[in-house]
Nanobody
């Protein structure tokens, strides 16, 4: 069974950093897509980053405007894990962060709707507050 699981959430101060991990099990990341989403309190789920995991895509990733220039997504093939490095955090980054997998292709369109992804983690809470 293919699963994804998020780790690394917690409390950070404004301007600080956190690094989230999305550990994938049951499949080896090859020509697939991993997306990061978040749900802020009282808001709809938002797609924030998408990465193509094939070697030919060379880690191609897209970002929502709300996180562009602050968040960086990366892939560690040896650990079958995708990371989301979150820098210059703002209070509005507070929310539950989810990673999700799409196993049929490695295409990250802009935007990337959540309906493209079939496997979801339980989410990890990120709180940005002083």
């Amino acid at each position: 069974q293919v699963r994804v699981a998020e780790f690394g959430g917690g409390l950070a101060q404004p301007g600080g950093s956190l690094k989230l991990s999305c550990v994938v099990s049951g499949i080896t990341l090859e020509s697939h897509t991993i997306g990061w989403f978040r749900r802020a309190p009282g808001k709809e789920r938002e797609g924030i980053s998408c990465i193509s995991t094939s070697e030919t895509s060379a880690g191609y990733a897209t970002y929502a405007d709300s996180v562009k220039g602050r968040f960086i997504v990366s892939l560690d093939r040896a650990r079958n894990t995708v990371y989301l490095q979150m820098n210059f955090l703002k209070p509005e980054d507070t929310g539950v962060y989810y990673c999700a997998g799409r196993w049929s292709d490695d295409f990250c369109p802009e935007p990337f709707p959540s309906s493209r992804f079939s496997t979801w983690g339980q989410g990890t809470q990120v709180t940005v507050s002083s």
